[in-house]
T-cell receptor, first 113, second 113 residues
Framework: GQQVMQIPQYQHVQEGEDFTTYCNSS?????IQWYKQRPGGHPVFLIQ?????EVKKQKRLTFQFGEAKKNSSLHITATQTTDVGTYFC?????????????FGKGTKLSVIP | EAQVTQNPRYLITVTGKKLTVTCSQN?????MSWYRQDPGLGLRQIYY???????DKGDVPEGYKVSRKEKRNFPLILESPSPNQTSLYFC????????????FGQGTRLTVV
């Protein structure tokens, strides 16, 4: 079945440093979504990417979808303590009849003030 | 307010005692799903439903049942819980099976002793 791998599993950064998490799928994706889960909370949707090579920005967050639609990345510029949490990517296989959304294992971000 | 409501939030039970975790959404969403979250394993899909009376297995369906008799409700049933089902469970809904933004419930922390 489809597998979505995410690295790194953990990342500790000093406040103000940049942070990047990477997501790779074993199959071509129809779209990819990113979620953030604060400690003790539930996943919250950040963004969805659909087009090959797509890049979207949300303030200090930049999301990219690879040309082959098999990988994606989330980059945070100048991290702040409010960025703490676990970031998940989630993708749906592009195959016909595939309706399952598969999550990566997440990257847990710690920001040291 | 648009939301996904899960109950209970916390539950401690004994092995073999049937239990149901309820999930309800007020957004008229077609697609609903259940995930379990375990340390180091991320979010794994248990079951999903594309509409009323349409359900399908996710990645880890063993030991669970679901039903979708009404559009708004998607209960998760553990007929005979075992300790390996101790986990944090999330219900989620999205507008359609094409995976628009998923809204997550607050989570249910289940302990089976």
């Amino acid at each position: 079945g489809q597998q979505v791998m995410q690295i790194p599993q953990y990342q500790h950064v000093q406040e103000g440093e940049d942070f990047t998490t990477y997501c790779n799928s074993s199959t071509t994706l129809s779209n990819i979504q990113w979620y953030k889960q604060r400690p003790g909370g539930h996943p919250v949707f950040l963004i969805q990417l659909v087009k090959s090579g797509e890049v979207k920005k949300q303030k200090r967050l930049t999301f990219q979808f690879g040309e082959a639609k098999k990988n994606s990345s989330l980059h945070i510029t100048a991290t702040q303590t409010t960025d703490v949490g676990t970031y998940f990517c989630a993708g749906r296989d592009s195959g016909a009849g595939s309706y399952q959304l598969t999550f990566g294992k997440g990257t847990k971000l710690s920001v040291i003030p | 307010e648009a939301q996904v409501t899960q109950n209970p939030r916390y539950l401690i039970t004994v092995t073999g005692k049937k239990l149901t975790v309820t999930c309800s959404q007020n957004m008229n969403h077609e697609y609903m799903s259940w995930y379990r979250q375990d340390p180091g394993l991320g979010l794994r899909q248990i079951y999903y439903s594309m509409n009323v009376e349409v359900t399908d297995k996710g990645d880890v369906p063993e030991g669970y049942k679901v039903s979708r008799k009404e559009k708004r409700n998607f209960p998760l049933i553990l007929e005979s819980p075992s300790p390996n089902q101790t986990s944090l469970y999330f219900c989620a809904s999205s507008l359609s099976r094409l995976h628009t933004e998923a809204f997550f419930g607050q989570g249910t922390r289940l302990t089976v002793v």
